[in-house]
């Protein structure tokens, strides 16, 4: 459905991940191998923490509708920000109209969202979902995709106090909502959540056939594998990043995200924990 990645690590240029590697985010808009669509030219969007401290913790956006690789914005962009904490999305729309409030990532406060994926049966289901949504959070929903309406849904679950707690529950909202409709297997997808120091990204769908999510092993491992790979240069030795697809074919540089999994990404360390494995 679409493409994102998460880097967490040292600030570096946006560009570099999104514009400039070899399986770049914008390549992956004009072909993605391993994606459920090959072509993700509905939009894009991105979702940065400022490097300077002093500027805070909430993250700024940048939406357009325009296909990533044509956008001469997101060149310019990228180039100028440095990030330490920065989301990508590319856009392949499955229903829900090209506009910009439909891009992700979605922001409230300190957190961003972004989901690869989808809420089957979403026609049947929006309206059940959006009545579990709080009221003080509902009147905040600006698009009409199923991904925003999911991140409001595990605001108002608890998403600030316990990410992977108040996840667990949305998407067990989500599929007793979609069996109640007559829908057999309501949630697809790898979903990003971030509060500006943590990244938590969720490999889960009801069918146990979920897209595709890898993330780097650790960069100073990564150079010694390949000292001469003039591509390496310039990272920190905490860089990492959290993809739907490889970025780059060097061998080992990315390791599959198992099925219903949680990757954790804090401190330049990764983690993995069981995510709605085997519960009903």
């Known amino acids: 459905m679409c493409r994102w990645l998460a880097y967490s690590g040292e600030p570096i240029q ?19 191998p391993l994606g459920a669509e090959t072509v993700n030219g509905d939009g894009f969007g991105v979702g940065w ?37 920065f989301f990508a999305h590319v856009r392949a729309a499955a229903g829900p109209p090209i506009q910009q409030t439909n891009c992700h990532p979605f922001r409230h406060e300190n957190w961003l969202f972004m989901h690869n994926g989808r809420i089957a049966g979403l026609n049947l289901v929006r309206r059940d979902l959006a009545l579990a949504v709080e009221p003080e959070f509902y ?52 979903v990003a959540v971030s ?12 069918e146990g ?6 993330h780097s092993i650790a960069m100073a491992t990564l ?12 990272y920190g030795r905490n860089a990492r990043v959290i993809v739907s697809e490889p970025l780059s074919d060097l061998p080992g540089a990315f390791v599959e995200v198992p099925e219903a999994t949680v990757a954790i990404l804090q401190h330049g360390r990764y983690r993995h924990e069981p995510f709605l494995a085997g519960e009903e």
């Open 14 to 32: 946006l560009s570099k991940l999104i514009l400039d590697t070899q399986n770049s985010l914008v390549a992956q808009s004009l072909n993605s």
């Open 209 to 214: 056939r979920t897209r595709t999510l890898f």
């Open 139 to 190: 009147p905040l929903i600006r698009g009409t995709t199923d991904s925003e309406l999911l991140f409001y849904l595990a605001l108002t679950l608890g998403l600030r106090d316990d990410p992977v707690a108040a996840m667990a529950v949305a998407i067990r909202r989500v599929e007793a909502v979609g069996h109640g409709h007559g829908v057999e297997f309501p949630m697809q997808g790898t």
């Open 49 to 85: 923490y400022p490097a300077d401290a002093a500027k805070g913790r909430d993250p700024a956006l940048f939406h357009s509708i325009e296909p990533a690789w044509y956008d001469e914005n997101l060149r310019e962009i990228t180039h100028a920000i440095e990030s330490p904490l």
């Open 223 to 234: 150079q010694e594998m390949y000292p001469e790979e003039e591509r390496l240069r310039g």
């Open 195 to 206: 509060d500006g120091a943590t990244v938590w990204a969720f490999r889960y769908s009801s």
